[in-house]
């Protein structure tokens, strides 16, 4: 059962997975009349225990949004209308055949935003419209979030979603985190509930925690340290870490170092980057950092931790490699409480394909971009090159765009571009429940249904888990229209359309089992054996299959006593397997089956960092760099228009230290205007001394002022748009990621 009634007997009380980020808290959702009245934390969730963060509490606002869309529209000039679906899905036959036609699936491309990856139909099927349309690449939010630690991963361990996490739960002695700040973000790439709980549990058992950030975060003031840092330097201070390590004698490579293959190469690199060398550019002390390399060698359990600060900035890839370096070098990986491998209890569809095939020499650049000539890495170009693509004429422009649940306008740099060439497009088709800042320049929208309408299992998170565990929730409301196609049915006809397909011929059921007959045989089984289990499709079929052929799974019979989905369907608050286990050995696919410590790809990088902190940047007169920000009520651009996450006092403001507002002339609520070689906007003033000096930030997602939008609270909460300064081509050279921490800044009193 996943309901019952409260003990009011008023209402119905649904036990609910909140998909709103990695933590994935277990809900009560208590239900009357059709509508949600209250959202408490389920205390007997078997994965997150009763922690909930307050954006798990408006499910039922999103639910309830007044501009959500209900049914499809399509613009005519500025004018919408909504349609039935077979008049939808004939309008996007209408604009996507000509261009096909005439230019070919080359001129076709599609946008995939964050929220996709927390939806257990879009991303269990996205892939299979990127497919049947021939879609050359794609461009995605993960260029501008984590592809450096999909590139470090994939070259050292061999699968670029092989990603290890910290074993947090059991880390006792020391946590260093950089560039993250869990207090607001709960953890990314991190799946832990309650993560600031884990840390005033470490320091009340004795242990220590350091973060390191330019910014005094939440989770810093949390901390026993603070050390403030200058944007982009991280991999400067990793690199000194490691030349300790080594010049010491502290390396200790632990139970894992029979894997461990690049020692020798790894110790050449690090000779020359002394402490004193780096200190400088990073401004932290030579003492300190030798003194942090010494405390990670002497600590019996610890870890470090290294997030989104350190991907998007211009030395991503070397940051995120060096994370795991350093925790590899000081014993504290794949060892409880260290750095480990998560054991899902179910693949997710985008490990099955996690290991990129390679250019001729070279593990990317594959190819290269049309107009910047931007290397392809893991099948990707920087997410800023969309809007060159789309209004640079010539052979191959981009003519048709779909977006699935994603709003570049606002989250990708250099946003300002982007708005104004989307309108070039001859064919825009967006699956989105919101006429945003992105959809409100498509010609159809698709939206899908309510966040409450659907059941839920998630698919790439529980590889970041803490442990092995997994949990399925039923709808908590039915859908307010019986006869909408489902989310997954609306990918799938929009694939068959894209495929050359007559909207009213595509055989969804016919595609729904070639796409889980393909799963089937990437899991090693025959098709006719596995569809006859099964009376219905979607994605609930290809959950239970991941789950039945994962490594608790009864391979449909063959493992007596295994688990498959109905076991889940069973236990309404979860089950939990335990925690993360030594298992390098099991998950290595590099060629050498050896964890390669010191990729040429990446150490190559190596002088381009030393060059940077030669040439300085933030100490120059008057240089300020900007960084992003991120708030525990906010989720990148998803939730700006819930009035519970975005009410009190502004949040979208430029936070700069007291002594660079006074030479600029500003105080505590005044005006800046702030410029970059990409842009300038106008924002309020915020002093305070959690910035180190020479840094300033703004929060990522906000400008919602364009016309054209129905977010009316998003649009009453409107800020400003900080990618508007990232330029598009400021990225880490050797993944693509944009760097929009780091960005070279003025700013002058308004």
């Known amino acids: 059962m996943s309901s019952a009634?409260?003990?009011?007997?008023?209402?119905?009380?649904?036990?609910?997975?909140?998909?709103?980020?990695?933590?994935?808290?277990?809900?009560?959702?208590?239900v009357s009349e059709g509508r949600v009245h209250k959202i408490r934390p389920n205390r007997a969730d078997a994965w997150s225990k009763g922690h909930i963060c307050p954006k798990g509490t408006t499910l039922g606002a999103l639910q309830d949004d007044p501009d959500r869309l209900r049914a499809p529209v399509i613009r005519t000039g500025d004018t919408w209308r909504e349609v039935t679906w077979d008049e939808a899905f004939a309008e996007c036959e209408r604009l996507l055949r000509p261009v096909l036609e005439e230019h070919g699936n080359q001129a076709?491309?599609?946008?995939?935003?964050?929220?996709?990856?927390?939806?257990?139909?879009?991303?269990?099927?996205?892939?299979?419209?990127?497919?049947?349309?021939?879609?050359?690449?794609?461009?995605?939010?993960?260029t501008v979030d984590?592809?450096?630690?999909?590139?470090?991963?994939?070259?050292?361990?061999?699968?670029?979603?092989?990603?290890?996490?910290?074993?947090?739960?059991?880390?006792s002695d020391l946590f260093v985190v950089m560039g993250a700040n869990p207090q607001a973000s709960q953890g990314s790439l991190l799946a832990c509930p309650d993560v600031m709980g884990e840390i005033k549990r470490i320091r009340r058992g004795g242990g220590k925690v350091v973060v390191v950030d330019p910014r005094r975060t939440g989770t810093a003031d949390a901390a026993d340290e603070w050390l403030p840092i200058v944007p982009g330097t991280d991999a400067a201070l990793l690199m000194a870490v490691v030349h300790v390590l080594f010049a010491d004698g502290l390396v200790d490579l632990g139970p894992a170092a029979p894997h461990i293959a690049g020692l020798a190469d790894l110790e050449e690199l690090a000779r020359d980057w002394t402490p004193e060398s780096v200190a400088g550019a990073c401004r932290v002390p030579a003492d300190r950092i030798r003194r942090l390399a010494h405390e990670l060698a002497a600590a019996r359990s610890a870890v470090v931790y290294g997030r989104i600060g350190l991907c998007n900035q211009e030395f991503g890839t070397l940051a995120s490699w060096l994370v795991d370096v350093v925790n590899i070098l000081t014993g504290h990986f794949d060892t409880p409480g260290g750095l480990m491998f998560p054991?899902?209890?179910?693949?997710?569809?985008?490990?099955?394909?996690?290991?990129?095939?390679?250019?001729?020499?070279?593990?990317?650049g594959r190819w290269h971009s049309r107009v910047r000539g931007a290397p392809e890495v893991l099948g990707q170009v920087p997410a800023s090159c969309l809007a060159e693509e789309i209004d640079t004429d010539g052979e191959g422009r981009i003519r048709a765009l779909v977006t699935i649940a994603g709003n570049p306008a606002v989250s990708a740099p250099g946003a300002d571009r982007l708005r104004a060439a989307l309108p070039r497009l001859d064919a825009m088709i967006s699956i989105d429940n919101w006429l945003n800042e992105t959809t409100r320049h498509a010609h159809v929208v698709l939206p899908g249904p309510g966040p409450l309408e659907t059941a839920h299992f998630d698919d790439l998170m529980w590889n970041f888990a803490v442990g092995s565990a997994g949990k399925w929730s039923e709808p908590v409301l039915p859908p307010a229209d019986?006869?909408?196609?489902?989310?997954?049915?609306?990918?799938?006809?929009?694939?068959?359309?894209?495929?050359?397909?007559?909207?009213?011929?595509v055989d969804v059921k016919a595609l729904d089992d070639m796409w889980f007959s393909v799963l089937v045989?990437?899991?090693?089984?025959?098709?006719?054996?596995?569809?006859?289990h099964y009376t219905?499709?979607?994605?609930?079929r290809i959950v239970d299959l991941s789950v039945r052929t994962g490594p608790w799974g009864d391979r449909y019979g063959r493992v007596e006593g295994g688990l498959t989905l109905a076991d889940f369907k069973a236990a309404p608050n979860g089950i939990d397997l335990g925690p993360m286990v030594p298992r390098v050995a099991e998950v290595l696919a590099t060629d050498s089956g050896s964890v390669e410590l010191a990729p040429a790809y990446i150490t190559a990088d190596l002088p381009r960092l030393r060059a940077h902190l030669d040439r300085g940047g933030a100490d120059e007169p008057g240089g300020l760099v900007l960084v992003s920000r991120r708030h525990l009520r906010s989720k990148n651009s998803w939730l700006h228009n819930v009035p519970a996450?975005?009410?009190?006092?502004?949040?979208?403001?430029?936070?700069?230290?007291?002594d660079d507002a006074a030479r600029a002339g500003l105080a505590d609520g005044g005006t800046a205007e702030v410029a970059s070689e990409a842009g300038s906007l106008r924002v309020a003033v915020q002093v305070s001394d959690e910035m180190m000096p020479g840094v300033v930030s703004m929060p990522h997602g906000w400008g919602h002022d364009d016309p054209g939008t129905r977010m009316a609270t998003a649009r009453a909460h409107a800020g400003v748009n900080s990618n508007v300064l990232a330029p598009g081509t400021f990225v880490d050279a050797i993944s693509g990621n944009a760097a929009v921490n780091g960005v070279a800044v003025t700013v002058t009193a308004v």
């Open 343 to 364: 054991k899902p209890v179910n693949w997710s569809v985008a490990t099955l394909t996690q290991h990129a095939k390679k250019a001729e020499g070279a593990p990317f």
């Open 108 to 142: 076709l491309t599609a946008f995939l935003g964050n929220p996709l990856a927390h939806n257990m139909a879009l991303a269990r099927y996205s892939g299979i419209l990127i497919g049947m349309a021939g879609i050359h690449h794609i461009y995605s939010s993960g």
């Open 645 to 658: 996450l975005v009410g009190g006092s502004n949040r979208c403001t430029l936070i700069m230290h007291p």
């Open 146 to 171: 984590q592809w450096p630690k999909n590139v470090s991963s994939l070259l050292m361990y061999g699968g670029m979603w092989t990603i290890p996490v910290p074993d947090l739960r059991r880390t």
């Open 536 to 540: 219905e499709g979607g994605p609930e």
């Open 521 to 532: 045989r990437a899991c090693g089984l025959d098709p006719d054996e596995v569809l006859p």
């Open 5 to 30: 009634p409260d003990s009011t007997g008023n209402s119905t009380v649904h036990h609910r997975t909140c998909h709103l980020c990695e933590a994935m808290c277990g809900l009560e959702v208590h």
């Open 482 to 505: 019986p006869d909408r196609p489902a989310e997954w049915e609306i990918v799938l006809r929009l694939a068959g359309i894209a495929a050359g397909q007559k909207a009213d011929a």
